[in-house]
């Protein structure tokens, strides 16, 4: 599991520091982003300037040093703005409306910040419509979940809900499939058929799924690994997961 960054400064309820390259170039790219103010190292400059016409605050290192723990890697790079606005279920699903193939990422109260950012990551490359996590034992956005995600997070729309299990009903009524992913399954992810649109419910990183959400799913499978291996990290098996069903 991934160590969880804790910024030293608070920017209030709805604002956060991005930080890193890819994280704040995203950022300023995304006209969602509402930019309160920028600090970088001079040798950054020029690339912020291709990017926004907001101009930058020219600081040395040990100012953005100051912003974070010792373990953020900040690449010169600091970006106070707002967090971006969450989806609704209805909204995802006005998206599947339009596609005659998809699939959605649950995540059953995973918390490391960093493992959602690398999920968001391999989500936006496998062509993943959205995530879904439940509002409560979520973490909110922040800088660790951005910087993992490379800058993916400014692409992937994100649905906050206060009932999983409701909420995965109400895909299947949408006409999800709905598939669990449990290291004790009889079926493994290769072996499935799969169907045109699914919803994907991976567990937390130590319990798993809760057993009202792997009730409600179709279908549990798991990955196809040696014996040798009891277990990945669930960034790792969302991967391979959000791969499969991009086929």
Same mark, same amino acid.
């Given at each position: 599991?991934?160590?969880?960054?804790?910024?030293?400064?608070?920017?209030?309820?709805?604002?956060?520091?991005?930080?890193?390259?890819?994280?704040?170039?995203?950022?300023?790219?995304?006209?969602?982003?509402?930019?309160?103010?920028?600090?970088?190292?001079?040798?950054?400059?020029?690339?912020?300037?291709?990017?926004?016409?907001?101009?930058?605050?020219?600081?040395?290192?040990?100012?953005?040093?100051?912003?974070?723990?010792?373990?953020?890697?900040?690449?010169?790079?600091?970006?106070?703005?707002?967090?971006?606005?969450?989806?609704?279920?209805?909204?995802?699903?006005?998206?599947?409306?339009?596609?005659?193939?998809?699939?959605?990422?649950?995540?059953?109260?995973?918390?490391?910040?960093?493992?959602?950012?690398?999920?968001?990551?391999?989500?936006?490359?496998?062509?993943?419509?959205?995530?879904?996590?439940?509002?409560?034992?979520?973490?909110?956005?922040?800088?660790?979940?951005?910087?993992?995600?490379?800058?993916?997070? @400014?692409?992937?729309? !994100?649905?906050?809900?206060?009932?999983? *299990?409701?909420?995965? #009903?109400? +895909?299947?009524? &949408?006409?999800?499939?709905?598939?669990?992913?449990?290291?004790?399954?009889?079926?493994?992810?290769?072996?499935?058929?799969?169907?045109?649109?699914?919803?994907?419910?991976?567990?937390?990183?130590?319990?798993?799924?809760?057993?009202?959400?792997? @009730?409600?799913?179709? !279908?549990?499978?798991?990955?196809?690994? *040696?014996?040798?291996? #009891?277990? +990945?990290?669930? &960034?790792?098996?969302?991967?391979?997961?959000?791969?499969?069903?991009?086929?």
């Amino acid at each position: 599991m991934g160590k969880s960054f804790k910024q030293k400064t608070e920017v209030g309820s709805k604002g956060l520091i991005l930080y890193g390259r890819h994280a704040v170039m995203a950022a300023l790219a995304n006209p969602k982003r509402q930019v309160a103010k920028i600090l970088c190292v001079k040798e950054n400059v020029d690339e912020i300037r291709k990017v926004t016409k907001i101009a930058p605050q020219v600081v040395e290192k040990k100012e953005i040093d100051k912003l974070f723990s010792s373990d953020a890697v900040h690449q010169g790079f600091a970006l106070f703005c707002n967090r971006l606005p969450d989806y609704t279920l209805d909204d995802i699903l006005d998206m599947a409306d339009e596609k005659e193939k998809c699939h959605i990422l649950i995540l059953d109260q995973v918390t490391d910040p960093q493992n959602i950012g690398a999920i968001i990551r391999s989500a936006v490359a496998f062509n993943t419509l959205a995530l879904i996590m439940q509002d409560k034992n979520s973490p909110i956005e922040n800088g660790a979940m951005a910087k993992a995600s490379a800058g993916m997070i @400014e692409h992937l729309p !994100i649905a906050r809900v206060t009932n999983l *299990s409701r909420a995965i #009903e109400k +895909l299947k009524s &949408a006409g999800f499939w709905t598939v669990g992913m449990d290291g004790y399954a009889k079926t493994t992810i290769d072996k499935l058929q799969k169907p045109l649109k699914t919803a994907i419910i991976m567990g937390s990183e130590g319990k798993g799924m809760r057993r009202l959400v792997e @009730e409600n799913c179709d !279908i549990s499978v798991k990955l196809p690994m *040696s014996p040798l291996t #009891e277990s +990945l990290n669930v &960034a790792t098996a969302a991967a391979i997961a959000l791969y499969e069903f991009n086929k």
